[in-house]
């Protein structure tokens, strides 16, 4: 399965996801865009110090959304319902492949969001790894 992982910026939860994706599920493929990315910025330094804390690689650049991730994804998660409107918005043929991470995982709740660490100190960065960790284990069960 092919997951393009969707966030703000690309240089934060999606790219954390996506390397947790890769690392607990190696036979799939895991990517990351954001809806309004700068290209070609480096991961957040605390995303790459989390990661590195739990012995996951990332190399990471920041990437634009584009028709071509959208073609190659079997599944779109994004960070937030917000994330999502706007990418079923820009790609409405792909839509019934788009869902919030949290909908997908635990269905239509109230709470669709993960919270966004930009800007954050460490504890910030690993409350948000918790969550991430804990929503790409439950897909892999």
């Known amino acids: 399965m092919n997951i393009l992982f969707v966030c703000t910026g690309n240089t934060c939860r999606s790219p ?32 790459v110090k989390i990661l590195q804390e739990k012995g996951i690689m990332i190399d990471h650049m920041s990437r634009s959304l584009e028709e071509e991730h959208v073609n190659w994804a079997t599944l779109i998660l994004t960070m937030t319902s917000g994330h999502k409107a706007l990418v079923v918005n820009k790609f409405p043929w792909a839509a019934d492949k788009i869902f ?30 918790t969550e991430l960790h804990g929503l790409i284990k439950k897909m892999s069960e």
């Open 100 to 129: 919030t991470m949290k909908e997908y995982v635990n269905g239509n709740h109230e709470d669709l969001d993960v919270n966004d660490p930009y800007g954050g100190d460490m504890d910030v960065y690993r409350a948000t790894y």
């Open 16 to 47: 954390m996801a996506e390397a947790i994706y890769n690392h607990l599920l190696p036979g799939d493929t895991a990517k990351s865009a954001g809806v309004f990315a700068d290209e070609g910025a480096n991961a957040a330094s605390n995303t």
